[in-house]
Antibody, heavy 119, light 108 residues
Framework: QVTLKESGPVLVKPTETLTLTCTVSGFPLSNGRVGVSWIRQPPGKALEWLAH???????SYSTSLKSRLTISKDTSKSQVVLTMTNMDPVDTATYYCARLDEWLAFDYWGQGTLVTVSS | SYELTQPLSVSVALGQTARITCGGN??????VHWYQQKPGQAPVLVIY???NRPSGIPERFSGSNSGNTATLTISRAQAGDEADYYC???????????FGAGTKVTVL
């Protein structure tokens, strides 16, 4: 049974760095053709893809946010970590992690975690 | 960067057919995936690779993709189909995953 679960702070201050953790189960992060992405959704708005990491540790980032994002994984802990620097109120959103399948579709999603950026 | 265009909203009478479009330049050459998102919930994959249904998704959901338009069709619409629907593709030119702006489906 594949599951993903996000964890991290619910509130961060402007200019701070956000660190989110996605803990997965039911599939290995170390092999296969799948990977894990981070996707966010501001309240009432559309989904926005942020970053992805493959099992071979290859990474990709949203062009518009690349300078602020870092994605990494700890295979031994079955975790994928996203850091986003210089947080701003416009970054207030629900942040999801999701598994990418062989067809480049997100077949399993975490429940999401709402992060609010406010002083 | 690659852009996907979806109508803001679609209304459908109970039991009738809803069609949600996703427009993009030569989108027919890409694999298109569709997600259903109900309020307060995470998205759920309902169609992958243009027209394939994951396990557990009703046959009422179908998809097609050709030219500059991909379409998600919901047959015999039910009240439980009310949700936001998003299309998504992989853009090889920017190595990024692109979502449409979403379509709100209302069942009347």
């Amino acid at each position: 049974q594949v599951t993903l679960k996000e964890s991290g702070p619910v509130l961060v201050k402007p200019t701070e760095t956000l660190t989110l953790t996605c803990t997965v189960s039911g599939f290995p992060l170390s092999n296969g053709r799948v990977g894990v992405s981070w996707i966010r959704q501001p309240p009432g708005k559309a989904l926005e893809w942020l970053a992805h990491i493959f099992s071979n540790d290859e990474k990709s980032y949203s062009t518009s946010l690349k300078s602020r994002l870092t994605i990494s994984k700890d295979t031994s802990k079955s975790q994928v970590v996203l850091t986003m620097t210089n947080m701003d109120p416009v970054d207030t959103a629900t942040y999801y992690c999701a598994r990418l399948d062989e067809w480049l579709a997100f077949d399993y999603w975490g429940q999401g975690t709402l992060v609010t950026v406010s002083s | 960067s690659y852009e996907l265009t979806q109508p803001l909203s679609v209304s459908v009478a109970l039991g009738q057919t809803a069609r949600i479009t996703c427009g993009g330049n030569n989108i027919g050459s890409k694999n298109v995936h569709w997600y259903q998102q109900k309020p307060g919930q995470a998205p759920v994959l309902v169609i992958y690779r243009d027209s394939n249904r994951p396990s557990g998704i009703p046959e009422r959901f179908s998809g097609s993709n050709s030219g500059n338009t991909a379409t998600l069709t919901i047959s015999r619409a039910q009240a439980g189909d009310e949700a936001d629907y998003y299309c998504q593709v992989w853009d090889s030119s920017t190595a990024s995953y692109v979502f449409g702006a979403g379509t709100k489906v209302t069942v009347l």
